[in-house]
């Protein structure tokens, strides 16, 4: 009896056809508050994917090294310890440090990476992503004629300057020459072999790649600083780094993972879904009040029928569930259809790639989306509480109307 009454109320008459037209405007709100968040969480999502793709693909899951800076001298031998890791899937040395880039008087600051190519490619994906040139730090003949050690530069800095591959470059440390009475920086010329482009514009305007024994030569460093490890799972990744801490004997090595290295950027980023959450979720609020206001216009309009119900026999109880009905039917039919409609646009941008982005101004050519079931489910979860929550109170006021006094007044 409680549904039949309820969709007959929603349905409503050509007398109180108001109550139907302000019931239609709240599933409408509901829909476009639902529709909107779903696709706005994805987009979020999307983004911070490629975001975090783009980050871990230049950088490692996790860095071992030692507290103060202390080099590894023996490192082939810690690699291969760090390798016996059942969830390390591969291992590869690095020196980083921080220097200055000069061509033609247009000097740049630079992050230095020395790296063994071939263990660098399992490690990261910095190998995937050379636009001009090739995956290669060997020494090799330059535009000059001259032969010199091989570097790899950001397309960013490569612009900057003005140079591609075949041209020479030189890399000042900022590690004083030893034995120079008025210490200056060490310099060496190399040549450049590839230009990578990763999409992040810091680490394209930034980081220069030289081979491991020219980072040693320009730094005067005996060793690594650090072993780089890719792991079977990039979200455990700071876990299994302490694990293999560990398993190395603990201190003096210490672990740090890309989370770690990019906290606040994705700290913003979740506060920036969180926001978005907050303010699209004000659209089913105000929905919400448009449910009351039926509901309020329902109760007076039939108080005169809530009253002959109530004398037939009709416990409170079952008035209150009518009117909850009221709400609830119209939060599920608007949040149903909003996100359901969400998913299946953000489906076909995802597989089909329909919207389009300037790739000169962002780092993707598509608009990315990622549905998350988590998402989709607190969208509904929300809306649906919402109105439910909204039909409460006219509910419990109907409920609690004396049958007497209704059918006296009417």
Not at 9 to 31: E, M, P
Not at 245 to 258: A, H, M, R, T, V
Not at 296 to 310: A, C, F, S
């Amino acid at each position: 009896m409680e549904w039949f009454i309820a969709f007959r109320y929603l349905r409503g008459k050509r007398k109180y056809g108001s109550n139907t037209v302000v019931a239609l405007f709240s599933a409408i709100g509901v829909f476009l508050g639902t529709w909107v968040l779903v696709i706005a969480l994805s987009i979020a999502n999307g983004f911070e994917k490629e975001v975090r793709d783009r980050i871990v693909g230049t950088l490692a899951h996790a860095k071992i090294l030692q507290y103060h800076s202390r080099p590894f001298v023996g490192y082939d031998s810690i690699r291969i310890e760090i390798l016996k890791h059942p969830e390390v899937v591969a291992a590869s040395p690095y020196i980083m440090g921080k220097g200055g880039v000069e061509h033609d008087q247009v000097q740049e600051g630079a992050m230095i990476m020395g790296i063994d190519t071939e263990l660098e490619k399992n490690v990261t994906d910095i190998g995937k992503v050379i636009k001009y040139g090739s995956f290669n730090l060997d020494s090799m003949m330059s535009k000059r004629n001259r032969v010199l050690p091989g570097i790899l530069l950001g397309l960013g800095m490569a612009d900057k300057m003005g140079v591609r591959p075949g041209s020479e470059i030189v890399l000042m440390s900022l590690v004083p020459v030893e034995g120079e009475i008025d210490p200056v920086p060490k310099m060496l010329r190399f040549v450049i072999t590839g230009i990578f482009e990763t999409g992040m514009y810091e680490y394209d305007m930034n980081l220069v790649y030289l081979s491991l024994e020219s980072a040693q030569s320009l730094f005067n460093m005996k060793g690594v600083e650090g072993i780089q490890i890719r792991t079977t799972d990039l979200f455990r990744a700071g876990e299994i780094a302490k694990e293999v801490k560990e398993q190395l004997g603990g201190y003096p090595f210490k672990s740090i993972d890309w989370q770690a290295q990019n906290k606040s950027l994705f700290q913003w980023m979740k506060l920036e879904k969180l926001i978005i959450f907050i303010v699209i979720s004000l659209i089913m609020l105000v929905a919400s009040f448009n449910i009351i206001s039926s509901l309020i216009r329902i109760i007076i309009e039939k108080r005169r029928e809530i009253g002959i119900l109530m004398s037939m026999g009709t416990s409170s109880g079952k008035i209150l569930k009518i009117f909850m009905l009221y709400g609830t039917i119209i939060g599920l039919v608007g949040s149903t259809a909003g996100t359901g409609l969400g998913a299946i646009m953000c489906y076909i941008q995802y597989r089909w790639h329909l919207i389009p982005l300037p790739g000169d101004i962002y780092f993707i050519n598509t608009l990315p989306v990622l549905l998350r079931t988590t998402d989709i489910l607190a969208v509904y979860s929300v809306a649906n509480v919402i109105c439910f929550l909204a039909a409460m109170y006219p509910a419990w006021r109907a409920s609690k109307t004396p049958p007497a006094e209704s059918i006296r007044y009417e």
